[in-house]
């Protein structure tokens, strides 16, 4: 009966370890996932009133998606202020919300 004490004792502790860590994870800053997550793109179209880019993009490593031309919603509007059709682009996109969102870009060098 002791050593199932111990078991399930050692079981617990080693969950509440493994929460801990992702939570820790979770909060780090992004910058250094932004720049990884940086795909590059060129600018289709700007849609100030919807609040959304179409961007014909390369690879979207962290979404596991391939390179194709999609509307993006942006996390921030005055990102639309930043971009005009035809630019060339670095960008991150992630999922907000359940949406496609872009939540950074610059422009590419």
């Known amino acids: ?17 493994a929460s801990v860590g992702t939570v820790a ?11 990884a997550a940086m795909s590059d793109g060129e600018i289709k179209k700007v849609d100030k009133d ?7 993009h390369g690879e979207l ?7 194709m031309t999609m509307v993006f919603k942006v996390q921030d509007p ?8 035809g ?10 919300g359940g949406a496609l969102t872009v939540t950074a870009i610059e422009a590419a060098k």
């Open 1 to 17: 009966m002791k050593q199932l004490h111990k078991i399930i004792l050692a079981v617990s502790i080693g969950c509440s370890l």
């Open 61 to 67: 490593k962290n979404l596991v998606m391939p390179g």
């Open 50 to 56: 919807a609040g959304k880019l179409t961007i014909k």
């Open 87 to 96: 630019d060339k682009v670095r960008f991150v996109a992630d999922k907000v």
């Open 78 to 85: 005055a990102m639309l202020d930043k971009v005009k059709s």
């Open 25 to 35: 994870y979770a909060q780090q800053p992004s910058s250094s996932t932004n720049q």
